[in-house]
Each structure stands twice: as C-alpha cells, then as structure tokens.
C-alpha cells in the first residue's frame, strides 16, 4: 500500500470521549487540536482536550471557499457565512462541525498559526484549502514546506458515490495523480447526476495540499470512514436527517 493511501492509527485523547488526534502535534508546545467522535454534549467533548474554558469560534458553514481570520478581540457570537478561520491569536479554538465533508487542520509551528477548514465537494471543487495555504503565506510568510496538515473522519471512497461529472471534474483539478481518489463502476444511472462513481475526497484534498508544495510527509489522514464507523461518527449520507456532527478543533492555549 502507498504512503498515499496509508491512514496513521489514531490516538485518542486521555478522556471518556473520544478524541482522535495527529500524530505527533501534541509535542507542539501549547498547541490543542483533535477530531471528534460523534458529539453528543460540546462541553464535555471539549473537557477531554482541557479547553472548556477558551472561547470556540465557530461558522455559519455554506461548502464555499470563504476564510476568516480570528484575532485576540473576535466575538464567538459573529458566526460568519464561510467554510475556514486562520489565527494566531493564542487561547482561541477554531472549530468546524462535519458529518461526511473534509475536516481539514493546519499549522505552522514556528509562526504559530492555525487553520481549519470544511472541505465537502462543493468547497474543494472551490480550492478552500488552496486558498488557505496561499492565505497563509501572504499574511504570516508561511511556506508550504513549514505547513503540517491533518485530514480528518470523513466519508471515504468506499462509500462516497458520486456523479461522474463530481468525480471526475474534482480529480482533473489535481493532475494525473487524482485518477488515484476515482473509481467508476459501471454505469449506474439516477435521474439526479446520471453516470456514478466513488470519490476519495480526503485523497482529493491531499493532493492539492502536495501540488502547492505541502510536503507529503507532512500530510496525515486521522481516523475512519464516517459511513463505515457505525455509531461511532456521523454520517450524513447514512443516517439522512438524523445524523449528529463531529466537532475538528484546533488553537492555542493560553500563553
């Protein structure tokens, strides 16, 4: 199996509820960021990662490509219409509700700068991630060579079935690697998108982070499938109207 299908075992966070955190970012002094499990109560979620008292900004999500950026005097009640924050303001958490889209953290270790962005179809067909990385390096001089990234539980091209025209237009975006994150079968019609396939949106998003310069070994996929987990996470796709959210959270403790 290739580094760029391999997904690192998850780490969960030392609590009742389940946390899944990147591989090695806890040794990034002060920094706090995991992937929820299906979220039932936020402020027991957030007891597990020690943050239940900073302020969490959160989105009025609408799968675009839109960034705000947080600072140190940014109310959590403005809850702007997009789909990613930056900051480097230190005792704010970033976070970003998913039950099936893309759940993407970054950061910058050395600048000390955060992102966290919702990547569905619609907003990685929109380059959200491409234009964090370029916004990141416009505003705080960060390379992409510098720049950590973690992919969060999403849906998976095991279960993911898209129209081809999705599937296919997405995978062009990225070069020739992305026929790796397509996989037609058949010709399975529906009066909605006709000609159907499967679509490994996380990969999808990976490959755009390596086309701008994310070295590969600083990508990691964090945990499951959504659709496949069971009760563990959401999925929207699977449980319809019914399905809960999982919460991705990312920021700086206090100094």
Known sequence: MSRMHAERRPTRKGSSFPWYAAAAWERIPRLIHGFSGRLSDQAAALSGLSATE????????????????????????????????LSAAAGRLLGIVTADCVPVLMVAPRQRVVAALHAGWRGTAKDICGRAIRALKTD?????????????????????????????????QVGPRGRL???????????????????????????????????PQHIQHVGPCTFCSGVALSSYRRDGS???????VIGWDRE
Do not use: K
């Open 181 to 215: 994150a397509w996989r037609q079968e058949g010709n399975v019609s529906t009066s909605a998108c006709g000609d159907t396939g499967f679509l490994d949106l996380r990969l999808v998003n990976r490959l755009r982070c390596e086309q701008l310069g994310v070295p």
């Open 54 to 85: 900073l302020p969490l900004h959160t989105l009025t999500q609408v799968h675009g490509n839109a960034l705000r950026v947080v600072g140190p005097d940014t109310s959590v009640a403005e809850r702007p219409r997009a789909d990613g924050m």
């Open 242 to 248: 019914r399905a809960g959210r999982q919460l991705s």
């Open 140 to 172: 705080w001089d960060v390379s992409p060579a510098d720049l950590l990234v973690a992919l969060g539980p999403s849906i998976g091209g095991c279960c993911y079935e898209v129209g081809r025209d999705i599937g296919e237009n997405l995978c062009r």
